[in-house]
């Protein structure tokens, strides 16, 4: 799931649910807050499975972002595979036959 790889990979932001601190935290809310309901219920709500709820702390906005933007590009890399860094041409095979 995306949104549990893109919260396991930020270095600053803690998973957990609001405990009224001063640091920023990630949740997932389908998984935590909202998981008592059934599917159907939190679709109805907006409440989708990859949803993150960001709080934001007090640290550094620079640092903040600089984490978020790390942790997008470490779940793209995952969730998509490896194979984004190169594009890759697929052969449809017309006109590569042997003559």
Same mark, same amino acid.
């Given at each position: %799931?995306?949104?549990?790889?893109?919260?396991? =990979? /930020?270095k600053l932001f803690t998973l957990?649910? !609001?405990? @009224?601190?001063?640091? =920023?935290?990630?949740?997932?809310?389908?998984? %935590? /807050?909202h998981s008592g309901l059934t599917?159907?219920?939190? $679709? %109805?709500a907006g409440v989708y499975p #990859?949803? $993150?709820?960001? =709080?934001? @702390?007090?640290? #550094?906005?620079? #640092?903040? $972002?600089? +984490?978020?933007?790390?942790?997008?590009?470490? /779940?793209? /890399? *995952? *969730?998509? @595979?490896? !194979?984004?860094? +190169?594009?890759?041409?697929? +052969? !449809?095979?017309? @006109? =590569?036959?042997?003559?």
């Amino acid at each position: %799931m995306a949104a549990e790889q893109f919260c396991y =990979s /930020t270095k600053l932001f803690t998973l957990a649910e !609001s405990l @009224g601190g001063v640091e =920023s935290l990630l949740e997932i809310p389908a998984r %935590m /807050t909202h998981s008592g309901l059934t599917e159907e219920e939190r $679709i %109805m709500a907006g409440v989708y499975p #990859d949803l $993150i709820r960001i =709080s934001v @702390g007090i640290e #550094d906005l620079e #640092d903040l $972002i600089w +984490d978020i933007e790390q942790a997008f590009e470490k /779940t793209k /890399t *995952v *969730v998509l @595979g490896e !194979s984004i860094k +190169d594009e890759v041409e697929i +052969d !449809s095979g017309v @006109g =590569s036959e042997i003559g």
